[in-house]
């Protein structure tokens, strides 16, 4: 079992920077990927950025130069800073971890709220 544990979040104006943070905990393998999801209303989730454990990145096309995702693998903690942020990125985010690029496990998920 792996147990996620989010922080950061909040309400922003657009244009304005936050940044979250996801920290592991349990059985972590050390070849892994964590990242975050993000879910607006009436939307499905959707792959916002990711990180393995090597450092190799994905990002959403809506948040690429405006997102970037690193990790701290002697904390198990993965960031996500997020810049510039608009109205459109207004969602639920959720931080998951994997042994690939699939979900295993999810945080409870933080509000992220952008206001015009």
């Known amino acids: 079992q792996v147990q996620l544990v989010e922080s950061g979040g909040g309400l922003v104006q657009a244009g304005g920077s936050l940044r979250l943070s996801c920290a592991a905990s349990?059985?972590?393998?050390?070849?892994?990927?964590m990242g975050w999801y993000r879910q607006a209303p009436g939307n499905q989730r959707e792959l916002a950025a990711g990180?393995?454990?090597?450092?190799?990145?994905n990002y959403a096309d809506s948040v690429k130069g405006r997102f970037t995702i690193s990790r701290d693998n002697a904390k198990n903690t993965v960031y996500l800073q997020m810049n510039s942020l608009k109205p459109e990125d207004t969602a639920v985010y959720y931080c998951?971890?994997?042994?690939?690029?699939?979900?295993?496990?999810w945080g409870q998920g933080t509000q992220v709220t952008v206001s015009s």
């Open positions: 998951w971890y994997g042994l690939w690029w699939e979900p295993n496990y």
């Open positions: 349990g059985s972590i393998f050390s070849i892994n990927v």
């Open positions: 990180i393995t454990s090597t450092g190799s990145t």
